[in-house]
Structures are given as C-alpha cells and as structure tokens.
C-alpha cells in the first residue's frame, strides 16, 4: 500500500484515536502513580494526580525515544502497516482497557498495545509479519519487571529498615511522608517516559505508511508533544476504580512502604526505557509493592488478590490480540 491511498482525513482520525489510547492509558495507569501516596495519606487525591501528571508530560525532557522505535519498528514488519492495522491495534487495545478499568483490574495498557498490533499485524499477514526479537524482549519483560520491581522493592525496604531501627516510628513516618513525594515524582517520570513513546511509536508507524514522513526522519516534534500531553491529561483525571487494588488490597501501605515500592518501580522503568524495552508500569508497581509487603512478613501480601491480578497479566495480550484482530475486519468494512 502506498502513502497515496491513506487519505488525510483518514490519518487525522487514526491519531486521534491513537491520542484517545494515550489518554486511556494515563486514566488508566494513574493508579500506578498516585495508589502508594494516597494510600499512605501523604496526598489527597487531587493533589496526587496534578502531582503524577506534571512528572509525566516532564518525562519529554529526560528520555530518548528508544521505547517509540521499539513500537514502530522492531514489534511487526512496518511494510504491512496500514491504517486498518494502526486501527485494529488501537481499536483491540482501547477496548481491553476500558473492560478491565470497569472492573477494577489493574491490567497492563502497555501490553493491551502490544497484542492490539500483533492481532491486527497476524489478521492482515499471518504470523510472518511479527518480528520475533522485539516481541521475545518484551514478553520476557513481562516476567521480569515485576519480578525486577519486587527485588528493588524488598531490598530497599530492608535496607531503610536496618537504617531506621532505632528511630521512632512517628520520626520515620515524618520523614517518609516527605520522601514519597520525591518517590512518586520519580515513579511518574518513568510512567511518562515508557509509556507515552508507544503511542508515539504506533503514530510514526501511521505516518511512515501514508507516506508522510519516513522511517529514517527524526520523529516529528508535534507527535512527541501530543503523546506526552494527552497521557498527563489522562492522569489528571485518574482511574479510580483500580486505586483502592493497587494502594491497599495488595498489602497495608505507610510512608516507608510506599517510598520503597516507588523508588524500585521508578529504578526499574528507568532502566527499561534506557534500553528501549516498553514495560507495564502495572506489572512494575505491583512487584514492587508485593516486594515491600513480603519484606515485612510473607502473610502481610494477601496472595489472592495478587494472584487475579496476575491472571489479567496472562490474558491481557491473547485478549487484546483477539480484539485487535476484529477490529481489524470492522476497519476493512468501514475505512
């Protein structure tokens, strides 16, 4: 397919949908952000949303663009991206996140994405159009940032622990209240960085197909500027359904807790996006805070609640892949 063929009109309308996504996903990920400092009383939730939100569009001054060119060109073959694949993709991953914000499931927006473009890609193609190295490095991330998360998360747990033996538990909450701010603005950048560059990736993807920029051009700054803004906006609005999961049913959280579950999560989406991998932030804070429930004692995790969220992990991609993939055939019908 040729760039000609993609009317304007038509591009307008896929970036559109493609910023509806990015919203979503920072409505939809904003537990991630603000559950830990809710949760320990350290800010009303107002508050922590502007908060999360500043540090998320801030994310545009400190990341390269690895985790983009991850998306737009290393997860399926670009040559057999057309706008009915970009709307398939967008289409099966709005629709995954919407089912699991209703109820409640602190699912991944960043893998809803990922299966979006390979049922849409394996719809169009079949199972030759996916590039197997880029998929490989983020399936294998799905185990490993939570499990990355956890570590950094008990660890930094025991390590303030013997710090703060002999110090007062009114003395440590004082001072944790204070550092969670500098924690959550850490884990917020990490949030902007990693997950606003895969909507910017599936946009490039769009605009190299119609034929109105090319793989070896810069990214235009209008893109860039766009994804950032719509995934803070998203936040500021928050999704609150998924707070209360992530912020308490996993385990009790004070000050000291959520610091330590926000600087593991922050260390490890930093890392990702410095190596171009695109991370579930979900996945990541759930390790994280799993790690400083379990440092405490094994019973303070209630494993159960942990367990459904895990399952939503598994389903995520085939959900979204199978959604992508419908959409797909919607998009033949009416584009």
């Known amino acids: 397919m040729t760039g000609m ?38 800010l009303k939730p107002h508050q922590a949303v502007a908060w999360a939100a500043f540090f998320n569009v801030v994310a545009i001054s400190i990341f390269q663009l690895k985790v983009a060119a991850t998306i737009g060109k290393g997860t399926i073959d670009p040559s057999i991206v057309d706008h009915y694949v970009v709307f398939g993709a967008l289409l099966g991953a709005i629709a995954w996140n919407i089912i699991t914000w209703y109820y409640g499931i602190p699912s991944s927006s960043s893998h809803a994405l990922i299966g979006g473009l390979v049922g849409a890609a394996v719809a169009k193609a079949g199972f030759g159009a996916l590039i197997s190295e880029g998929l490989i490095k983020t399936v294998t991330f ?11 998360g008990s660890l930094m747990m025991i390590i303030v622990s013997w710090i703060c033996f002999k110090t007062s538990q009114r003395k440590v909450d004082k001072w944790f209240r ?27 993807m769009l605009l190299i197909a119609a034929g109105l920029t090319s793989s070896a051009d810069p990214i235009p700054v209008w893109v860039i500027v766009a994804c950032y803004f719509a995934i803070g906006m998203g936040t500021l609005f928050g999704g609150w359904r998924i707070v209360k999961t992530m912020g308490q049913h996993i385990t009790k959280l004070k000050p000291v807790g959520g610091f330590c579950a926000e600087t593991g999560g922050a260390m490890t989406l930093f890392l990702a996006t410095a190596l171009g991998i695109p991370v579930s932030t979900t996945h990541t804070i759930t390790g994280a805070i799993v790690g400083v429930g379990s ?34 055939y919607v998009g033949r019908a009416i584009l």
């Open 178 to 204: 204070r550092l969670q701010l500098l924690s959550a603005s850490l884990y917020s950048l990490g949030h902007g960085g990693n997950d606003a560059q895969k909507t910017i990736g599936i946009i490039w």
């Open 295 to 328: 440092a405490r004692r094994v019973s303070a995790v209630r494993w159960g609640v942990a367990g459904n969220i895990v399952w939503a992990w598994i389903l995520t991609i085939p959900c979204s892949a199978v959604m992508a993939a419908l959409g797909w």
């Open 5 to 42: 063929e993609i009317s304007l009109a038509t591009v307008v309308c896929l970036v559109a949908l493609a910023l509806v996504f990015d919203f979503m996903n920072g409505f939809h990920d904003a537990a991630n952000s603000i559950a830990t400092v809710v949760s320990t009383g350290v």
């Open 142 to 152: 799905i185990i490993v940032s939570p499990l990355l998360g956890f570590i950094l």
